[in-house]
């Protein structure tokens, strides 16, 4: 299945490629720690994850054609 | 006593006087110090329907208990008195060096009352303490009479003032301290204003004495040392980037208020995202006393159009100014923010008040000629222009200077001004966090953040995360959230650093951490239950308060645009928030009745008498 990825923030340099924003590609019932593991982001890292807007974790499911943002946790206001 | 300084400083403007009162020790208890004792003192003396410009009005200006005790985050200083844009109550805080300065000069608080026939301030020395004639700082910026007031008292002097835009009584005028940090909301600048006070000048040498020195330090070290253990493997967000990193979260999450809350997601938010500033605009960054964290931005502009130099902005203000107002051009936005600084004006009201004042020109309300300019989605140089002419009243900055709710209803759409009673939003679009909804419609002094911040759990996943789409299930946790920052607020902590390391971790947030501190500092011995009714009096009776000039349910309200029209697009696309739903399960956690009243069952058992 395909999945939309977004890294912003301090995350943007773990994109393969020059563009932050990108496509891959990933086996069905694949998770969000999956991708982690793809884009060689640590546990050590600190990030959010957003799929389609909603705040997950490393085992959340990825789903086809689904938004993955990561970006540096914030907080405050 | 111990933590409080026992003293309390009397300004009768009206008279000239300045005189001592002693703090009593019961009330400084159940009410801690902060903002529980300005809403104390303002519910047994002042009149809940005067007119908040008149004389009657009082005005407080109170630190907590572990204010400049060296408890991380202990900088923090409120101001209390009655609202000229809402009309009820209203609590508006700022950190700094001011707050630990006034609490060394020997003072837990300033009541400030009357109006004093020509422009005074206030110069308060290690004890001692006399108004001064202040006609020749009136017209100065907030910056000028700062450097002004240090040369003619002390250069090591701390200054809270007001400036052209608190004189001229801008309805969301500010009390800056320090130079650039805000007690931003609500008006507090005009009050001062109307008073002829134009600052408070403090100095101060004291130490605050500790019950149990020893235990504090042994606390304090442990806190530290985790906090700075934790910060090596996450480095802290808020200090690479500033507050101004949550651009990326609420886009992200569909809740970034964009163009005067149409819409929940702006195109242009990388040129204004925090870590945008951070690669353009930042000097350095900057803490307050006793603060590990440093979020605050020194900045600096150098481009001719917006040239400038001073703190800021935070992320409420790039919202506000920006995706509000559609300006994706950063360097305007710091500048509208330098300007708000140096003027002594609120932020957010006035970018929400130049978004609303946009829509209207936008939908044909409103005619351009009225503006005196073009206004259109986008229009950087109109925003930096009529935020300078509303500091000082200029035009159509004379109609702007009412707020939003004002502004809107004089063109005969009210409910185009994104407010809750007539205070306008910080940047989270309840659509899409609903009990952000539910925490704007019942702080008690309109739209704020600061009165219980459920972002961090619907958001920021702090202490734990909660569905942010779901109403059911969100009175509880946002009034523990409210509850816990009545606590933090009248201890004269920050909240940045206690949501995450002085609680549970877990959404009845328990301040066990910040119960540790207060009694080391003050001896009282506090049980976590005290100090947890003690955050529900203060709610309690600010309502109280609230209920006495009139305000009922439907003051607790949103507009209809977050309530019924879905939002139109992004990751929150066809929600509206769940607010009269929210209500009645919030109205009953608190033992309210259906339309919002403190039961005389549940003032007794708090000790509020009215």
């Known amino acids: 299945m395909l999945v939309h990825v977004k890294l912003y923030s301090e995350l943007k340099r773990y994109a393969p490629g020059e563009d932050n924003v990108f496509m891959l590609e ?4 694949s998770t969000a720690g999956d991708l982690l593991q793809t884009l060689k982001i640590s546990e050590e890292v600190p990030r959010f994850i957003l799929i389609d807007g909603i705040l997950s974790d490393e085992k959340s499911l990825l789903t086809e054609g689904c938004t993955v943002v990561i970006f540096t946790p914030v907080c405050g206001g | 006593m111990f933590g409080w300084r026992g003293k309390i400083l009397r ?3 009206t008279k000239g006087m ?11 208890k159940d009410y801690i110090g902060g903002r529980g004792l300005g809403i104390w003192l303002l519910n047994k003396e002042l009149d809940p329907h005067c007119d908040p410009l008149s004389p009657e009005n009082i005005m407080v200006m109170a630190t907590g208990p572990l204010t400049g005790t060296g408890a991380p985050t202990g900088a923090r200083y409120s101001v209390m008195t009655k609202s000229p844009l809402s009309g009820g109550i209203t609590c508006s805080n700022s950190g700094g060096k001011f707050p630990t300065e006034l609490k060394r000069s020997g003072f837990d608080a300033l009541v400030v009352e009357g109006r004093s026939e020509k422009p005074v301030y206030l110069w308060v020395n290690d004890g001692k303490y006399e108004l001064r004639n202040a006609e020749h700082l009136w017209g100065m910026t907030t910056h000028e009479t700062t450097n002004q007031l240090m040369s003619e008292t002390d250069v090591k002097a701390k200054v809270a003032c007001i400036g052209p835009a608190g004189e001229k009584k801008v309805l969301f005028a500010a009390i800056m301290n320090d130079r650039d940090r805000a007690a931003g909301r609500s008006g507090v600048g005009a009050v001062m204003g109307s008073k002829n006070l134009k600052a408070v000048v403090v100095r101060g040498t004291q130490k605050i004495q500790l019950a149990d020195p020893e235990r504090f330090k042994e606390f304090n070290r442990q806190i530290l040392g985790r906090f700075n253990e934790e910060a090596k493997v996450t480095p802290i967000g808020l200090r690479i980037n500033g507050t101004a ?42 803490a307050c006393f006793a603060c590990p964290i440093g979020c605050g931005r020194k900045t600096r502009v150098d481009e001719l159009e917006f040239a400038g130099e001073g703190e800021g902005p935070e992320y ?9 107002c559609m300006v994706d051009n950063l360097a305007a936005v710091v500048k509208a923010n330098y300007i708000c600084n140096e003027l002594g004006m609120d932020t957010i009201t006035m970018g929400a008040t130049i978004g609303c004042a946009m829509e209207l020109v936008d939908r044909g309300y409103m005619k351009e000629e009225e503006v005196g300019r073009s206004l259109q989605w986008g229009d950087a140089e109109a925003l930096v222009e009529l935020t300078r002419m509303t500091g000082y009243r200029e035009g159509f900055g004379d109609k702007l200077a009412e707020g939003s709710y004002r502004l809107a209803e004089s063109c ?3 409910e185009l001004a994104m407010v809750s009673k007539k205070q306008e939003f910080p940047g989270y679009d309840p659509r899409g966090a609903q009990a952000m909804g539910l925490a704007y419609a019942t702080s008690p002094i309109g739209g704020s953040h600061m009165r219980g911040d459920p972002a961090y759990f619907e958001l920021f996943g702090i202490p734990k995360p909660m569905d942010r789409l779901a109403w059911k299930g969100k009175a ?53 239950e005290e100090l947890a009714e003690a955050g529900q009096r203060i709610i309690n009776i600010e309502r109280l308060f609230l209920v006495k000039a009139g305000f009922t349910r439907k003051d607790d309200s949103l507009p209809k645009r977050l309530t019924e029209d879905p939002m139109i697009e992004g990751p929150s696309k066809g929600h509206v928030c769940h607010l ?15 339309d919002g009243v403190p039961t005389p069952e549940k003032l007794e058992k708090l000790r509020i008498s009215g």
């Open chain 2, 245 to 286: 990193g949550v651009v990326t979260a609420t886009q992200n999450f569909g809740v970034l208020p964009t163009k005067n809350w149409q819409q929940g997601t702006f195109a242009g938010w990388e040129k204004i995202d925090g870590s945008e500033l951070t690669k353009t605009y930042l000097l350095t960054n900057s």
């Open chain 2, 580 to 594: 009269d739903e929210m209500l009645d399960e919030y109205y009953a956690v608190r033992d309210w009745t259906p």
């Open chain 1, 26 to 29: 990933f086996p069905p019932e």
């Open chain 2, 11 to 13: 300004v009768n403007l």
């Open chain 2, 412 to 414: 005969s759409h009210p």
């Open chain 2, 476 to 528: 509880k946790p946002t009034q523990a959230f409210q509850d816990h920052s009545a606590i933090i607020d009248s201890a004269g902590l920050c909240i940045f650093f206690t949501v995450r390391n002085l609680v549970e971790k877990d959404l009845e947030i328990a301040p066990t951490g910040v119960l540790e501190y207060m009694n080391a500092a003050t001896g009282v011995n506090y049980t976590l």
């Open chain 2, 316 to 324: 409420e203000t790039i919202y506000a100014m920006g995706s509000n």
């Open chain 2, 18 to 28: 300045v005189y001592e009162e002693e703090l009593n020790p019961q009330v400084a």
